[in-house]
């Protein structure tokens, strides 16, 4: 089973800027999924996109897939000062019964009022 | 939306005791938990997937004797951190799946952090 390499580690934007955010994996998946976790708490999963999918929508996120160069990123469109919090990437491998997912160091944005 | 709730969410103790960490899945049945543990720095490392009615798998490196999954309930897992030392101190997570919708997607605790003096 594999982690997914978020980048950059961190990320300082101002309200209402875009923030992205890459994923960098290493072999095929099922799917690749984002977290979000805010400071001191668990976390809490935003979107997952399924390996046959290019592009997927939630709100303000953008998600987009490129299984050719084993990548996504997320994007945050028009960001809040409460989109500060660490995101973090998940691929989840093909044939993992159990559903175990791996997660990297996460990038840490930070949305300046 | 599936609820995990942990307990306790911050417990000190002194070096040499054990603490246990609860792990329930509220609202649905979860026959596997996995428990995570966050170094600063915030990377999270995965230690073990907790198996209701049988013995937890252990990620490479973890010791079990060190760390003790029970998962004794479809709602429960335990994460016992026997005769803890201070670089035992970090935040535990446990995480579940739900398992008749099986997006795929799971579902956290709080965390728990634990120091040792």
């Known amino acids: 089973s594999q982690q997914g390499e978020e980048d950059p580690q961190a990320l300082s934007i101002q309200e209402g800027e875009n923030a992205t955010m890459n994923c960098s994996y290493k072999t095929s998946i099922n799917n690749l999924q984002w977290y979000r976790q805010n400071s001191g708490r668990g976390l809490v999963h935003l979107i997952l996109i399924r390996s046959n999918e290019r592009e ?58 | ?18 603490v246990k960490i609860e792990c329930r899945s509220l609202d649905f049945q979860a026959t596997t938990m996995f428990w995570y543990r966050q170094f600063p720095k915030k990377s999270l490392m995965l230690m073990a997937t907790s198996n209701e009615g049988s013995k937890a798998t252990y990620e490479q490196g973890v010791e079990k004797d060190k760390f003790l999954i029970n998962h004794a309930s479809l709602t429960l897992s335990t994460l016992t951190v026997t005769s803890a030392h201070p670089e035992d101190s970090s935040f535990y997570i446990c995480s579940a799946r739900e398992q008749t919708v099986n997006t795929g997607e799971l579902f956290f605790g709080e965390g728990s952090r634990l120091t040792v003096l």
């Not at chain 1, 994007?75 to 175990?100: E, H, K, N, Q, V």
Request: hydrophobic share 30%; aromatic share 6%.
């Open chain 1, 56 to 113: 997927k929508h939630s709100g303000r996120l953008r998600v987009t897939l490129d299984t050719s160069k084993k990548s996504s990123s997320l994007l945050i469109t028009a960001s809040r000062a409460a989109d500060t919090a660490s995101y973090f990437c998940a691929p989840a491998d093909r044939g993992s019964t159990l559903g175990r997912l791996y997660f990297g160091r996460g990038t840490q944005l930070t949305v300046w009022p």
């Open chain 2, 1 to 18: 939306g599936a609820v995990v709730s942990q307990h306790p969410s911050r417990v000190i103790c002194k070096s040499g005791t054990s």
